[in-house]
């Protein structure tokens, strides 16, 4: 059964970075597209981030904030978050692009703390 697994949430100061994990359990190459997505209270989960083969691609709203890259060995997708805001306090996951319903984790929760 594939599985993605996040981590790498915390809690941060506003201005600060963190870098979240996505491992999955059989070669990410096999997926189409893989991407972050978030789920702030109270607020519909949204695509923020995606990488494919070919290219990168980001929510407007977060571009230039956000990097998503992978490392193929270790089958883990990243995604590196720069000058962090309180609105970016959310639960983070990933998952194909577009999503498959199975594959959804239990995210890592991103706190910002002002």
């Known amino acids: 059964q594939v599985r993605l697994v996040e981590s790498g949430g915390g809690l941060v100061q506003a201005g600060g970075s963190l870098r979240l994990s996505c491992k999955a359990s059989t070669n990410i190459f096999s997926f189409g597209a893989l991407g972050w997505y978030r789920q702030v209270q109270g607020k519909e989960r949204e695509l923020i981030a995606y990488?494919?083969?070919?290219?990168?691609n980001y929510v407007d709203s977060l571009k230039g904030r956000l990097s998503i890259s992978r490392n193929g060995a270790e089958n883990t997708v990243y995604l590196q978050m720069s000058s962090l805001k309180t609105e970016d306090t959310a639960v983070y996951y990933c998952?194909?692009?577009?999503?498959?319903?199975?594959?959804w984790g239990q995210g890592t929760q991103v706190t910002v703390s002002s």
């Open positions: 990488i494919t083969m070919h290219d990168t």
């Open positions: 998952n194909t692009r577009p999503h498959i319903r199975h594959l």
